[in-house]
């Protein structure tokens, strides 16, 4: 059986582990090793964009990161229930352009028994900036 660690239901301490591991891979940028924290299952909506299951999951990290290059992001705890954890983020990127931009937004998660996440709802906002405006590094 497939268990992502720490399972619902969240503490405190646990939700905020979640976040940590999630932003950790993120940032590493392995579509593989990132797919495999969603259930097979797994329902987006990132920004106007659904995206089912692990495979989908994949193509759509390949495609971002194509365009997002640069990419660092930082995750911040904002509430949990028992299998449901709220986060809000920024992260930058620059385009294929040259042009540097911080994304803002807020992600709701919900998490099946096992620890794997099976819906993933991230509402995102772009916002151009300078290269010397830039907070990751």
């Known amino acids: ?3 992502k660690f720490p399972l619902p239901p969240f503490s405190l301490e646990d939700a905020i582990e979640k976040i940590q591991k999630a932003e950790d891979a ?3 940028k392995n579509h593989k090793n990132i797919s495999e924290a969603y259930s097979v299952d797994s329902e987006w909506r990132n920004r106007d964009t659904f995206v ?8 759509f990290l390949t495609g971002k990161w194509e365009k997002e290059l640069n990419y660092k992001l930082k995750k911040e705890y904002w509430a949990h229930t028992d299998n449901r954890i709220a ?3 920024e992260y930058e990127y620059q385009n294929q352009e040259g042009q ?3 994304a803002y937004g807020n992600e709701n998660w919900e998490f099946d028994a096992n620890g794997l996440m099976k819906k993933r709802f991230a509402s995102i906002n772009d916002l151009a900036i300078t290269e010397q405006e830039r907070k990751f590094k």
């Open 87 to 89: 986060v809000r983020f």
């Open 52 to 59: 089912n299951g692990r495979e989908e999951i994949v193509d």
């Open 1 to 3: 059986m497939e268990q």
């Open 26 to 28: 993120w940032n590493s």
């Open 100 to 102: 540097w931009f911080r």
